[in-house]
């Protein structure tokens, strides 16, 4: 199948500045062909998408969530992380059934793609009726079993069972591996997670450092800080993905120089929770990938990215006192390719380029709060939400189209989650 989508405003994300051109895109089924001025419009092609006063950009890459969690937003806010996860979540939590956990995941995965997310890394239990969400609404998804101490056996199997499944070529889903966070695993359990990893060629999704009464845990129960003790437990050995990453030292910004994979910063999570701030600015001089995530609704209320960005974007400014020390194209950036870079995709996403899939998103931009355009980063950074976007194509396949998702029933989602928030909540 061949598509062709003329008179878009293209925001690729490829290079160190912000380069936009109105050009036309030529898809070759999944793959880019070309990005082109003025493809020639008599093309053979199966469907034409005039996107006439459309800025067309890579989807947007959401590299932290628990997106079986939709069920939690606005429950019992307005708490300290251990506060609200032992006395809120972890209750009902071992309530959840496993339609619960794929309807609960279905709504997250709609609400993502409505506000321009085409990819996202999840983990969680339950993960099988995750994975049939993600199927179902189109998503391009990371996803891993979150393993802690208590539930390691079942855990690993699943892991195993999936990755031979799923880590294939063209897959639009890969499986990592994931061991919770530091002080829920002991150097045992995260050895086991280590040793799968290597084993299934793949990466490993885990917390870090999202809260000084964590490191302080760690220190007392290992005298070292939680990345030291994850790298003599040979995790960077691995592709990594380490959530939050707030309380990190030079020492083991060090360490952390040589990893591949990267941190996903999640601001509004961070901020809800009164967790700390990050700080980015530093581990990007240091050349560590960051990428953007939402974490669960719970702690963050939305999985809107737009609302991320903002967010990641004012407290720079705030922590440093320094109105420049980040720019909203280095904001998109740890929105799409850098996203990418921590999940090691950015040879397939994260940037509009031929050869990539074609995962793209088309922001409305003739609305009174983007006028004028003097600068258009600045205004999908600071300006733009996620119901600006008009329509989602992800692996070359339109998803949403004119704010509708196309072969979804979203009321009927809405439905059955708030069943379940009756029953649990």
């Given at each position: 199948m061949?598509t062709l989508v003329?008179?878009?405003f293209?925001?690729?994300m490829v290079?160190d500045?912000?380069?936009?051109?109105?050009k036309d895109?030529?898809?070759n089924?999944n793959?880019i062909e070309k990005i082109?001025?003025n493809?020639?419009?008599?093309i053979e092609?199966?469907?034409?998408i005039?996107?006439?006063n459309m800025?067309v950009?890579?989807?947007?890459i959401?590299?932290?969530?628990?997106?079986?969690?939709s069920?939690?937003?606005g429950?019992?806010?307005?708490k300290?992380?251990?506060d609200?996860l032992?006395k809120a979540?972890?209750?009902?939590?071992?309530?959840?059934e496993?339609e619960?956990?794929?309807w609960?995941?279905?709504?997250?995965?709609?609400e993502?793609?409505?506000?321009g997310?085409t990819t996202?890394n999840?983990?969680?239990f339950?993960?099988?009726?995750?994975?049939?969400?993600?199927?179902?609404?189109g998503?391009?998804?990371?996803v891993?079993?979150c393993?802690k101490?208590?539930?390691i056996?079942?855990k690993?199997e699943k892991?195993?069972e999936?990755?031979?499944k799923?880590?294939?070529?063209d897959?639009?889903?890969?499986?990592?591996?994931?061991?919770?966070?530091?002080?829920?695993c002991?150097?045992?359990?995260?050895?086991?997670?280590?040793?799968?990893?290597?084993?299934?060629?793949?990466?490993?999704?885990i917390?870090?450092?999202?809260?000084?009464?964590q490191?302080?845990?760690?220190k007392?129960?290992?005298?070292?800080?939680?990345?030291?003790?994850?790298?003599?437990?040979?995790?960077?050995?691995?592709?990594?993905?380490l959530a939050?990453?707030?309380?990190?030292s030079?020492?083991?910004?060090?360490?952390?120089?040589?990893?591949?994979?990267?941190?996903?910063h999640?601001?509004v999570s961070n901020?809800k929770?009164s967790?700390?701030?990050c700080n980015?600015?530093?581990?990007r001089?240091n050349g560590?990938n960051?990428?953007?995530?939402?974490d669960?609704i719970?702690?963050?209320?939305?999985?809107d990215m737009?609302?991320e960005?903002k967010?990641a974007?004012?407290?720079?400014?705030i922590?440093?006192?320094?109105s420049s020390s980040i720019s909203?194209?280095?904001?998109l950036k740890m929105a799409?390719?850098?996203g990418?870079?921590?999940?090691?995709m950015?040879?397939?996403?994260?940037?509009?380029?031929?050869?990539?899939?074609a995962?793209m998103?088309f922001i409305k931009?003739?609305?009174?709060?983007?006028?004028?355009d003097?600068?258009?980063c600045?205004?999908?950074?600071?300006?733009?939400n996620?119901?600006d976007v008009?329509?989602?194509?992800i692996?070359?396949k339109?998803i949403?189209?004119n704010?509708?998702?196309?072969?979804i029933n979203?009321k009927e989602?809405?439905?059955?989650?708030?069943k379940?928030?009756?029953r649990l909540?």
């Amino acid at each position: 199948m061949k598509t062709l989508v003329t008179n878009a405003f293209v925001l690729d994300m490829v290079g160190d500045t912000a380069n936009i051109e109105k050009k036309d895109i030529l898809i070759n089924n999944n793959i880019i062909e070309k990005i082109e001025n003025n493809i020639d419009k008599n093309i053979e092609v199966d469907e034409k998408i005039n996107a006439k006063n459309m800025l067309v950009m890579p989807g947007l890459i959401n590299t932290h969530t628990h997106l079986a969690m939709s069920i939690f937003r606005g429950y019992k806010t307005d708490k300290k992380l251990m506060d609200w996860l032992e006395k809120a979540i972890y209750p009902v939590e071992d309530k959840l059934e496993p339609e619960d956990i794929y309807w609960n995941s279905y709504l997250s995965c709609l609400e993502m793609i409505k506000s321009g997310t085409t990819t996202c890394n999840d983990m969680y239990f339950g993960m099988n009726k995750t994975v049939e969400a993600i199927e179902n609404t189109g998503l391009r998804a990371v996803v891993a079993w979150c393993i802690k101490d208590d539930s390691i056996k079942d855990k690993i199997e699943k892991t195993r069972e999936y990755a031979e499944k799923y880590n294939k070529k063209d897959s639009k889903i890969k499986i990592y591996v994931s061991a919770d966070a530091p002080h829920t695993c002991n150097p045992e359990t995260i050895t086991k997670c280590v040793d799968l990893a290597k084993q299934l060629n793949t990466g490993l999704h885990i917390h870090l450092a999202e809260t000084s009464a964590q490191e302080k845990k760690i220190k007392t129960r290992y005298g070292k800080r939680s990345t030291e003790y994850l790298n003599e437990l040979k995790v960077f050995d691995v592709p990594v993905v380490l959530a939050h990453g707030i309380y990190v030292s030079d020492s083991d910004i060090e360490i952390l120089k040589n990893i591949r994979g990267g941190i996903s910063h999640n601001p509004v999570s961070n901020c809800k929770l009164s967790s700390g701030i990050c700080n980015v600015v530093k581990l990007r001089k240091n050349g560590i990938n960051i990428g953007l995530g939402t974490d669960g609704i719970g702690s963050t209320s939305t999985m809107d990215m737009f609302e991320e960005m903002k967010t990641a974007a004012y407290l720079p400014k705030i922590n440093s006192i320094e109105s420049s020390s980040i720019s909203p194209y280095d904001i998109l950036k740890m929105a799409t390719i850098d996203g990418a870079k921590v999940l090691g995709m950015e040879n397939e996403i994260g940037s509009l380029e031929p050869g990539k899939k074609a995962d793209m998103i088309f922001i409305k931009t003739e609305k009174l709060h983007l006028c004028p355009d003097t600068d258009i980063c600045s205004n999908i950074v600071y300006s733009a939400n996620g119901a600006d976007v008009d329509s989602v194509m992800i692996d070359g396949k339109l998803i949403m189209q004119n704010r509708k998702m196309i072969n979804i029933n979203e009321k009927e989602v809405m439905r059955q989650v708030k069943k379940i928030a009756k029953r649990l909540l």
